[in-house]
């Protein structure tokens, strides 16, 4: 074992951007490690787009989807649906679990600092974001689904989206206290939400369609199905409520974020 | 030098349990000091506080120059102190070697890898997934990232909690070693073995106060105590044909004295004239433990007990 550092020396920190990749690195790492866990991630959408497929695959263009065929419009909301799995649920429920088994005291003590440790997640659920949205389209397109053609919309509707679910995700870490509860309250929140914003089926009802559209998960289907379906650009107004939400997300989150099991 | 430690006038509430009342003491640099106590008297409050992880009501703590609760030398303390927690926290699916890299890519003057994993006992056991080890391996483990920053100072609560005795054995020989490159260290434990074996002084805590410190050998004045030797009675004597005043207990002769030299020398003289053997002849002071229970005993009949706080 070699000599301490010199006594009461200030210690550099380490680079910011060395910290982050570092970051990411063991993040990912320790995902594709837990393979049950990598696996139904990614089975999860697309065995849904199956089913799907299998129902509504002949159903073509109706005005009941708003003019699109089934599968154009599940494809963009199946998409949106696993990006909010993801970074809000899954996101949710494995901070809740990290502070009760006390992993996020353990990174706490050491010099990582909170936003490395969050951006590390975040980058995580981007990734998995896309991997997940890739597949859907792949399977999408076996059922003669056209390919969209505005990648580069879809692109930053994905990584806003992510970014606005995992705040939101974080909040709802923030204020359950015990990782038994956090499933259950994750979807309690979610479940509803995802019926009146037509991840299901189209709502066709004008006032819970307006109400449902300044909640966070009709923007993002919305802003989805656009690039997706109707060869669209970005839907600046509907990214600006979602991004609304992500800011109302990091505000509870910051504000109440806890890494000790034990509260005060 | 400035001491690692300092702390004045200590107090922390939960709602209406008082779990530190006042708490004075210090730590000077490159010492090891026990916190002792029983459960609720305050230790891993006073712990959580000095690692920035509790907010004091009042007084104060001063480590490493800095206040624990001043966030804008949170990064530099984090970087300078490890922690050993009592619960084990690391995630199941990474290896062991892949478990304490992640840790050393958060410090700027972190040890190598390699050369930490051998001292805690886990060489051998680097590609091991995390999941897969004994708890007194993942003990170990908890160790190497408590160590991988190199600190300069160390909390170690409960560390040997679940080692077989060769672990703890090594493990105390590994914190002397931390000691001896000039690591300074503040540990909590039940074990008083482990008090008397690694500390140079103990803070004995009741109830949220100190009620003793000191080095563990002169302890509630244990090094001035009265000796006891104790042997089994001969076979051809009476109690009462001793040379020194003695009674009877659990079958053993107890004689108590100031001057356990001179005792001694009177006690054996007397058997070899008999011809006769003191049978489990021993000499005994007051141990860590009988001082420390007294200590604990004696503050606990004069106030309320506390709620544990954990």
């Not at chain 2, 000091?33 to 001063?62: C, Q």
């Not at chain 2, 105390?172 to 039940?190: D, I, Y």
């Not at chain 2, 356990?260 to 021993?282: I, N």
Request: hydrophobic share 45%; net charge positive; aromatic share 8%.
């Amino acid at each position: 074992m070699t000599a301490a550092i010199a006594v009461g020396r200030t210690r550099p920190r380490r680079h910011a951007l060395t910290l982050l990749v570092h970051q990411v690195r063991y993040e990912q790492l320790s995902f594709w490690r837990n393979p049950q866990s990598a696996i139904f991630t990614f089975v999860f959408p697309v065995v849904f787009v199956v089913i799907i497929g299998a129902l509504f695959g002949g159903v073509s263009r109706s005005s009941y989807f708003g003019g699109l065929s089934a599968l154009q419009y599940y494809v963009p909301t199946i998409a949106a649906l696993s990006v909010l799995g993801s970074c809000y649920g899954q996101l949710a429920v494995a901070l809740a679990a990290r502070r009760q088994n006390g992993i996020l005291k353990r990174v706490r003590a050491t010099p990582l600092p909170a936003w490395a440790y969050f951006a590390g997640l975040l980058a995580h659920c981007v990734l998995v974001s896309f991997v997940d949205v890739a597949l859907i389209v792949g399977v999408g397109r076996l059922y003669g689904v056209p390919l969209p053609s505005h990648w580069l919309a879809i692109a930053a509707t994905l990584v806003l989206g992510a970014a606005s679910f995992c705040a939101l995700g974080v909040a709802v870490a923030s204020v359950i206290s015990n990782a038994e509860a956090a499933p259950a309250v994750a979807q309690l929140v979610l479940f509803p939400l995802l019926f009146i914003s037509g991840t299901y089926l189209p709502i066709h009802f004008a006032v819970l369609n307006r109400i449902a559209g300044w909640l966070p998960v009709r923007p993002f289907n919305e802003a989805l199905t656009g690039p997706f379906a109707q060869h669209a650009g970005p839907d600046w107004s509907h990214l600006a409520v979602l991004a609304a939400w992500g800011v109302v997300g990091a505000t509870v989150a910051i504000r109440r974020f806890r890494w000790d099991p034990r509260p005060e | 030098m400035p001491n690692a430690i300092e702390v004045t006038g200590l107090r922390k509430s939960y709602g209406s349990v008082h779990a530190v009342k006042n708490v004075n003491f210090t730590v000077r640099r490159g010492e090891i000091v026990a916190l002792l106590g029983p459960n609720g008297a305050g230790k891993t409050t006073t712990l959580e506080i000095l690692e920035g992880f509790r907010v004091r009501d009042e007084g104060s703590a001063v480590v490493l120059g800095y206040d624990p609760n001043d966030r804008s030398h949170a990064r530099e303390l984090r970087e300078r102190t490890g922690l050993v927690l009592q619960d084990i926290a690391v995630e199941p699916y990474l290896t062991v070697r892949e478990t304490v890299a992640r840790s050393a890519g958060y410090y700027s003057a972190a040890r190598d890898v390699g050369e930490i994993i051998t001292p805690v006992g886990l060489n051998g056991q680097e590609r091991r997934k995390v999941r897969t080890l004994s708890g007194g391996q993942k003990r170990r483990l908890d160790l190497a990232l408590g160590l991988i920053g190199n600190p300069e100072l160390l909390y170690l609560d409960e560390p040997t909690t679940g080692f077989d005795p060769a672990a703890r054995r090594d493990a105390w020989e590994l914190v002397r070693q931390l000691r001896a490159s000039g690591t300074t260290v503040l540990l909590t434990t039940h074990d008083m073995d482990e008090a008397q074996a690694l500390a140079d002084r103990v803070v004995v805590l009741s109830a949220g106060l100190v009620v003793a410190a000191g080095p563990p050998a002169v302890l509630g004045g244990r090094d001035r105590a009265r000796a006891r030797i104790t042997f089994a009675l001969p076979d051809c004597g009476a109690i009462s044909d001793l040379p020194l005043p003695g009674i009877e207990q659990n079958g053993a002769v107890v004689v108590e004295t100031a001057n356990p030299t001179l005792a001694l020398s009177e006690l054996t003289a007397w058997a070899m004239r008999r011809g006769t053997e003191l049978a489990g002849l021993a000499v005994e002071r007051p141990s860590l433990e009988d001082v420390y229970l007294q200590l604990t005993h004696e503050s606990a009949n004069t106030s309320a007990p506390e709620r544990s706080t954990r």
